[in-house]
């Protein structure tokens, strides 16, 4: 049987360059992750493509997929709904491989109670009015979405006490490399203590 992969979890305010250090990080030869793709009932930006940046829905047919229990966690974030489908999840985890997740904050704390052995990281903005800048720079949200953004990331910033860490997104190739430490310590670490029982059950 081969052993479950593990569950990462990206997670911090809008515009703080989740996306961005996802891709970076996906570019790198030795990277060996799964990205999980969300659904959305948001409009596709310029560019964004469906099946490849989201899988775009109708609300009747997000609603669905909730009443379907097909989300692991769903949340409704500036007028829109943003889940993450169970089935790849559960299949990709179950084949031993690592599933990536790039979710808002309410998500991460669902995805946290139903999995509590992921390993959740918080990517954090220099400070927040850099966030902003980036936010605004990016140039896809009108003004009063950046500032319904902007207030959603205050409260957001108050719990990333609650993730195992904090990386913060300082640049980007940094971040990057801060988070492939942070897997393969999490990965060291989970195979001394499979180690750790299996010698214990030879010698019991
Ligand atoms: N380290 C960085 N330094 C400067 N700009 C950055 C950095 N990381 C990302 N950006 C820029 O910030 C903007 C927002 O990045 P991105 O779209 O990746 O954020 P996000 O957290 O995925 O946002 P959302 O949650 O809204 O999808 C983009 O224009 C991106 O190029
Ligand atoms: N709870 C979830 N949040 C998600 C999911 N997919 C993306 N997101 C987050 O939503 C906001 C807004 O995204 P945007 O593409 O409209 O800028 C951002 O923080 C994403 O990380 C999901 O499946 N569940």
Same mark, same amino acid.
Request: charged share 45%; no cysteine.
């Given at each position: 049987m081969c052993e479950r992969g593990l569950l990462i979890v990206l997670s911090g305010p809008s515009g703080v360059g989740k996306g961005t250090v996802r891709k970076a990080l996906f570019s790198q030869p030795d990277i060996n992750l799964h990205y999980s793709i969300s659904v959305t009932t948001r409009k596709p930006r310029e560019g964004e493509v469906d099946g490849v940046d989201y899988f775009f829905k109708t609300r009747e047919e997000f609603e669905q997929m909730i009443r379907e229990n097909k989300l692991l966690e769903w949340a409704e974030y500036v007028g829109n709904y943003y889940g993450t489908p169970i089935d790849y999840v559960e299949k990709t985890l179950q084949e031993g491989k690592d599933v990536f997740l790039e979710i808002e904050v309410q998500g991460a704390l669902q995805v946290r109670k139903a999995f509590p052995e992921g390993l959740f990281i918080f990517l954090a903005p220099p400070s927040l009015s850099e966030l902003k800048k980036r936010i605004v720079t990016r140039g896809t949200e009108s003004e009063e979405l950046i500032n319904n953004r902007m207030k959603a990331a205050r409260e957001e910033l108050? =719990? =990333? /006490?609650?993730? /195992?860490y904090v990386v913060e997104n300082d640049k980007v190739e940094l971040a990057c490399e801060r988070i492939k430490a942070i897997v393969t310590a999490e990965h060291c670490k989970r195979e001394r203590v499979a180690q750790r029982y299996k010698k214990m059950l030879e010698v019991e």
């Open positions: 108050e =719990m =990333m /006490d609650a993730y /195992d």
